[in-house]
T-cell receptor, first 114, second 116 residues
Framework: DTEVTQTPKHLVMGMTNKKSLKCEQH?????MYWYKQKAKKPPELMFV???????INESVPSRFSPECPNSSLLNLHLHALQPEDSALYLC?????????????FGPGTRLTVL | AQKVTQAQTEISVVEKEDVTLDCVYE???????LFWYKQPPSGELVFLIR??????QNEISGRYSWNFQKSTSSFNFTITASQVVDSAVYFC?????????????FGQGTELSVKP
């Protein structure tokens, strides 16, 4: 089973709402990633979790808060977002955080902030 | 600094045509990895291939083939006899800094449209 799942597929939220994005993988991978992708642009790395610990934070605003409850799950908590945060949010996983491991992506959550 | 350049923003072909997507990279690392991903309209990035810097053999997988040339820092992707289902955005990527394991440097992507 080489699949990364993400819920919800679509999310519309107001600027004062609190919501969470969820990601799950059952491939035994020990590295998980959050990316943000705007239309017509490549994915931008936000966070990397390695063995359930945050290893990379690409200077993401604090209104985005990642959480890795266990090796299979990755959450992204959203609070007080801005309209410019509207984007496709992609989760990925890889066997480990080692240099050069291929990443497997989920289908993404399309987020709209009103 | 590491960089990936996909000079072709959009390509449009008619079904059954062959098409090559260009990828040029910059890195000072002697060991590095290159990747291609496909992103159909549904949004999910699909992993296609990984190549390490010590393996310059070309690779063929069905209608897909890849040409890796270190001398020109290129890792080009060819689709033979294109089909409508090949319509997608294709990203070339380079492994990021060694001390930031897992990071990928993406090119801007090439949007391929295959018309029937």
């Amino acid at each position: 089973d080489t699949e990364v799942t993400q819920t919800p597929k679509h999310l519309v939220m107001g600027m004062t709402n609190k919501k969470s994005l969820k990601c799950e993988q059952h491939m035994g991978h020990r590295a998980m990633y959050w990316y943000k992708q705007k239309a017509k642009k490549p994915p931008e790395l936000m966070f990397v979790y390695s063995y359930e610990k945050l290893s990379i934070n690409e200077s993401v605003p604090s209104r985005f808060s990642p959480e890795c409850p266990n090796s299979s799950l990755l959450n992204l908590h959203l609070h007080a977002l801005q309209p410019e945060d509207s984007a496709l949010y992609l989760c990925a996983s890889s066997l480990g955080p080692s240099y050069g491991n291929e990443q497997f992506f989920g289908p993404g959550t399309r987020l709209t902030v009103l | 600094a590491q960089k990936v350049t996909q000079a072709q923003t959009e390509i449009s072909v008619v079904e059954k045509e062959d098409v090559t997507l260009d990828c040029v990279y910059e890195t000072r690392d002697t060991t590095y990895y290159l990747f291609w991903y496909k992103q159909p309209p549904s949004g999910e990035l699909v992993f296609l291939i990984r190549r390490n810097s010590f393996d310059e053999q070309n690779e063929i997988s069905g209608r897909y083939s890849w040409n890796f040339q270190k001398s020109t820092s290129s890792f080009n992707f060819t689709i033979t006899a294109s089909q409508v289902v090949d319509s997608a955005v294709y990203f070339c990527a380079l492994s990021g800094p060694y001390n930031q394991g897992g990071k990928l440097i993406f090119g801007q992507g090439t949007e391929l449209s295959v018309k029937p």
